[in-house]
């Protein structure tokens, strides 16, 4: 397992430099006035922090794999892949079924994706609060459509595909556990972030009600729908691989409210030339330190993952909000945009791309090597 992991580290950062190099090309193509040297060392420039983490992270999932599943065989490792998505309450469960998986001798696939198919689909679960919570998003959804389509056209879609993805997640939730119960997790991270997810929803619907012919686009708004319901889901609900560790949790929640303080000040301190790369930039230092410190600190790979996930979640999340209020002050006071200081308009297009999109793009590879030097510094 160690020597696939070796091998396997190249095909991966290649295959991983691929793609984000023809997701690049086909998203920004060459302008007639950029010059190919230029045009292409920027996609190296890119690219090539996440060739080094896509080598990372296969090294290090493959390590894992050969240290938890030595000398396992296939039911085994079906079974514990499944048991590793229980829910808090079913892991009593989960290790039950795990030790009389060890004294079955004959059909043991047959009982290994037996439990499977239980633990992703409980016969127990919250059946009827899930139909409840089922039944009510959907009529949420009809009402949101109807109420959103007189009073902002142009946040219709967004509205309606944003209240969908939070039922079917809450929805699911419920149906997978055996009873409903409160978060277990710093509740500091589910009132910024939930409340980061509402000033976002909030500043569009404003800035939307201005123009009343304005509207996001079916691209942007199924995007920003899908990326604020995913943000919501992290901060209220995450999954628990994610909160093995208090530091991480706490480090990620400063680092990321510190990422979104940096646009705040950036856009009051702008002097007409756009700050487009100063979140960018900034980015890449926070999120690096704080996997880096993390994993040193806590002697652990998977917790410097942990601080880099929710730094950009709760960065993301914030930052959008307070580049799109930021974004509407300074039109209205300068009549250009706050990304590059051209003409004003599309804020919240420009907070998807640049916050939502280019953001996370850019910093999370550096998130990966800061928690794999900080792992290895205390070894």
């Keep these: 397992m ?33 010059a190919p040297a230029g045009y292409l060392l920027g996609l190296a420039a890119v690219s ?23 000398g396992v065989d296939g039911p085994a490792r079906v079974l514990a892949l499944a048991v590793a998505t229980l829910p808090t309450e079913r892991r009593d469960w989960g290790a039950a079924m795990t030790a009389e998986l060890e004294q079955v001798t004959t059909d043991r696939w047959r009982f290994a994706l037996g439990c499977t198919r239980t633990a992703l689909f409980p016969p127990r679960g919250n059946r009827a609060p899930a139909l409840v919570v089922a039944g009510g998003t959907v009529v949420l959804a009809v009402v949101t459509a109807l ?19 939070v039922g ?98 950036a856009a009051r301190t702008n002097d007409g030339g756009g700050i487009l790369f100063v979140p960018l930039v900034v980015s890449i230092g926070v999120v690096l330190v704080a996997a880096l410190v993390v994993a040193r600190l806590e002697r652990s790979f998977a917790a410097g993952l942990q601080s880099m996930v929710w730094t950009v979640t709760i960065a ?44 996370p793009l850019v910093a999370l590879p550096f998130g990966v090597i800061g928690a794999a030097v900080g792992s290895l510094a205390r070894r």
Excluded at 10 to 25: K, N, Q, R
């Design 2 to 34: 160690k020597r696939l992991g070796l091998w396997g580290a190249v095909p991966a950062a290649l295959a991983a430099g691929a793609a984000l190099v023809l997701l690049l090309a086909w998203s920004s193509p060459r302008g007639d006035d950029e």
């Design 316 to 359: 993301g999340l914030l930052g959008f909000a307070i580049w799109v209020f930021e974004a509407m002050r300074w039109s209205a006071a300068h009549g250009t945009s706050l990304l590059d200081g051209a003409a004003g308009g599309g804020h919240v297009r420009d907070a998807i791309v640049w916050i939502l999109f280019a953001v």
């Design 48 to 70: 090539g922090p996440w060739m080094v983490a896509a080598a990372i992270l296969w090294y290090a999932a493959s390590r894992w794999v050969g240290v938890r599943m030595s």
């Design 168 to 265: 079917l997640l809450a929805t699911v939730g419920v149906a997978r556990s055996w009873r409903v119960r409160r978060p277990g997790h710093a509740k500091a991270l589910m009132v910024v972030g939930g409340g980061a997810v509402a000033a976002g929803v909030g500043v569009t619907g404003y800035d939307l009600s201005r123009d009343p012919a304005a509207s996001l686009g079916t691209g942007p708004a199924v995007w920003l729908a899908l990326l604020l319901g995913m943000g919501l889901w992290l901060s209220v609900a995450p999954p628990r691989s994610l909160t093995t560790s208090r530091l991480a949790r706490w480090t990620g929640l400063g680092a990321g409210v510190t990422l979104a303080a940096t646009v705040f000040v």
């Design 147 to 165: 109420v959103v389509h007189r009073a902002l056209p142009g946040m219709r879609l967004f509205a309606v595909v944003f209240v969908g993805i």
